[in-house]
């Protein structure tokens, strides 16, 4: 333009140099070594590649290169390679809205010869040889002074390598913000480990310049949660959902549209995949991997959704670990939105945000009772920390998050332990709950047993196994029965019952000697949870009396060959004068014969040819170790006085409750096999899950558990004490 001589002189406007636009143009699609290394990644991935390696030196800025086993680039193509808007995703422009590729407009290779030294070599699978071609500022330069720009053959496999040298040597600006070379190569290996993730079939290796072993290195063929494990951890791996779903159209039905589809086709259907920690997990830091269209992009719209959703489950200040694929139609992504920014929005935003919160919602709701309470979590949360440090901590990490905008890179997932807020404590009671989880989803119950759908009274009715309902007390005209709930209440310890009523779970301590550990305000008790389930399944008995539900047995066995079992092992058998046969017929009699007493006031089946059908279930979700059985049928005979009403029921009860307590026959077992570990798992699931909360809400202890079975072995203020002297 002209220049103007008007009165206020304003200053000529010019043209810029080419140059000089194309530098600032590359400044925005290229910001860090990391994002160079996004778009060329992207690349390696369109091309088909299995195999990614990349060298890198002092973060990338000195070198960053990238070898593929891709297709490879037509000897053709290499003098238009780095020209802007050169590709060859796209055809026409109306492709762009089609395009389903990574980076499609054809600009990471030509911003990047705007502000680096970039030089590619290449061979396609037909090609003899490969090709070696440096490029400047978008266009063949030629590699040593005197030589001529072409392209120049050399040795070289299939596939490309990208080598970038001195990034941002021309704008010092941009070199100048960039942050320490450490800074720069986290970052790259953040990019790295995210596309290694949502890319399990590829292999991708990265190391330093010169460095003898990759800091980054995954097998080709594995599966997102086998890549997660070997790149996040095993303590994220192991506290992973998975939910896969997909929609047509419109957003508005939020249920029904969860169906099975091959793809997001039409405009408004769209697919996603998520793999995501439950409430077990915490991390200081959220980990969000969201790839749309198998781009890795930033959300901050999802974010603050997923993050809202997990703040119902985590305590205040913990994070999950999330990967979310979103496959939406392509005309739906925003396409006024350049395709470098990380930032998208595409149609429907809202509607999919929702609908996929909801999903994971549902999903995590469904394991909320699952949460395995790592009992230092609640030391260390109780104790260690005072909530004004913790509430400075949370601001420090909060400024360091406004510093920086990605996730550092590396970071090792923070066990669930470390540091967790003092709120903890908190917001583990709330999710003690029991309500929505049922033990048969929890594990697979081994035994041969299927715990019948409802109370022997209520016919056919079909109950909901998932929710833990109280549990009446069933009405008894028997005197005996009420007098026995009389003298349990009458029993009960008024503190003791405090205790429990208003404990924490700590943790097991020792299974086999039925040791666990319990918080109520500020002490910590020591418990003999064998003793405490012993009285509680006996007041579970006296409760239920007459209106148990069954837990029935298939096949039903032999009551006599299981009575057989069990005293063949007992030892003390001759004291009684009696022969072991002889011992096992008096049992069997002596069972028999009360067989309708048994059933209608327990529920205990037994068919007229000596079946054993069902048992009386004492607790919804809690399967009694079923090895126990022919010791309780044994001692049924013996042990129970059947000749007096109250007596009866009382030691009738007592063993009941006796065979119900939780552990291994022997107590001195260590689980070896697989399935003796998933038993005792499954036990101490059991114990934690459904033991303690029924403790807290139908046990009137008894003081006679108090002197023996509960003690008192640290105190917070005592605690304190001898910290402070330290
Ligand atoms: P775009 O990816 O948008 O097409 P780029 O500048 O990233 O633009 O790449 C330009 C072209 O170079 C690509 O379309 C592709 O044909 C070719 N190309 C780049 N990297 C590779 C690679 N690693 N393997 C094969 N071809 C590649
Ligand atoms: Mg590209």
């Not at 790259?188 to 990759?214: E, M, Q, R, W």
Request: charged residues 25%; glycine residues 6%.
């Amino acid at each position: 333009m002209d220049d103007q001589n008007v009165p206020n002189e304003p200053l000529p406007i010019r043209r810029l140099q080419e140059s000089l636009i194309n530098r600032i143009a590359a400044g925005e699609i290229i910001h860090r070594p990391a994002s160079a290394l996004k778009e060329l990644l992207e690349n390696c991935l369109d091309a088909g590649s299995t195999s990614i390696r990349v060298t890198v030196k002092d973060g990338g800025m000195k070198l960053l290169q990238i070898q593929d086993n891709g297709c490879g680039i037509r000897k053709a193509d290499l003098p238009i390679l780095a020209e802007r808007f050169t590709t060859s995703k796209l055809s026409t422009f109306s492709d762009l809205s089609r395009i389903t590729t990574y980076g499609f407009r054809g600009e990471a290779l030509a911003s990047i010869s705007h502000v680096a030294h970039l030089s590619v070599v290449t061979k396609t699978k037909t090609e003899t040889c490969a090709w070696k071609a440096y490029y400047l500022d978008g266009a063949l330069v030629e590699g040593k002074p005197g030589q001529t720009p072409d392209p120049k053959p050399c040795a070289g496999n299939d596939g490309t390598t990208i080598i970038i040298e001195d990034l941002f040597y021309n704008t010092p600006t941009r070199l100048s913000a960039l942050r320490s070379t450490s800074e720069e190569y986290s970052r790259i290996l953040d990019v790295l480990t995210k596309y290694a993730v949502h890319n399990p079939k590829v292999s991708f290796v990265c190391k330093k310049a010169g460095s003898p072993s990759p800091d980054l290195s995954t097998p080709s063929s594995s599966e997102i949660p086998q890549a997660i494990r070997l790149l996040y951890g095993h303590s994220i791996a192991k506290d992973l959902l998975h939910v896969a779903f997909s929609s047509k159209k419109k957003a508005e039905n939020e249920d029904e549209d969860m169906e099975e589809d091959s793809g997001p086709q039409d405009s408004g259907s769209w697919a996603a995949e998520a793999h995501f920690t439950n409430a077990n997990y915490q991390s200081k830091k959220m980990i969000f991997l969201l790839f749309i269209n198998h781009r890795l992009v930033e959300s901050s719209r999802m974010k603050r959704a997923l993050e809202a959703v997990y703040s119902g489950v985590l305590p205040k200040g913990a994070s999950p670990f999330i990967y979310l694929s979103l496959q939406i139609n392509p005309r739906d992504v925003d396409v006024n939105v350049h395709p470098t920014k990380k930032e998208v929005h595409f149609l429907n935003e809202d509607g999919i945000t929702d609908q996929i919160s909801d999903t994971l919602q549902r999903s995590l709701a469904s394991q909320s009772n699952s949460r395995v309470f790592e009992y230092q979590t609640l030391l260390t949360g109780g104790i260690a920390e005072t909530e004004q440090s913790t509430s400075k901590k949370r601001k420090g990490k909060e400024r360091a998050r406004d510093e920086g905008e990605e996730e550092e890179a590396g970071e090792a997932p923070k066990p669930a332990a470390a540091g967790a807020p003092k709120k903890t404590l908190s917001q583990y009671k709330v999710r003690t709950s029991l309500q929505d989880r049922t033990l048969e989803s929890m594990f697979p119950v081994a035994n041969p047993t299927r715990i019948d759908s409802g109370p022997s009274s209520a016919k056919g009715k079909s109950v909901d196994t998932s929710k833990s309902r109280e549990i009446k007390e069933s009405e008894c005209i028997l005197t005996s029965v009420q007098k026995l709930r009389q003298r349990a209440i009458k029993g009960k310890h008024r503190q003791l019952s405090e205790i429990l009523e208003k404990h924490t779970f700590v943790g097991i301590v020792d299974i086999n000697k039925c040791l666990s550990l319990i918080q109520h305000s500020t002490k910590l008790y020591l418990v003999n949870h064998g003793a405490l389930a012993e009285e509680l399944f006996y007041q579970l008995g006296l409760r239920q009396f007459g209106n148990f539900s069954r837990l029935k047995l298939q096949p039903p066995p032999p009551l006599r060959t299981l009575i057989e079992i069990a005293v063949e092992v007992e030892e003390a058998t001759e004291e009684s004068g009696l022969t072991k046969p002889q011992i096992v017929d008096r049992i069997v009699e002596t069972i028999m014969a009360r067989r309708d007493m048994l059933a209608e006031y327990f529920s205990f089946n037994i068919t007229p040819t000596g079946l054993v059908e069902s048992l009386p279930l004492l607790l919804r979700d809690y399967t009694p170790n079923l090895d126990k059985l022919p010791s309780l049928l044994m001692r049924l005979g013996p042990q129970v006085d059947w000749n007096s009403e109250m007596e009866c029921f009382e030691s009738f009860l007592r063993e009941l409750a006796y065979f119900y307590v939780p552990g291994p026959l022997s107590a001195t077992a260590v689980p070896e096999t697989e399935e003796e570990q998933a038993q005792d798992k499954a036990e101490r699931w059991q114990i934690q899950h459904i033991v303690f909360p029924s403790l807290r809400r139908y046990m009137a202890a008894p003081k006679a558990l108090l002197d023996r079975d509960v003690v008192q072995i640290a105190s917070l203020p005592d605690l304190y004490k001898v910290f402070e002297r330290c």
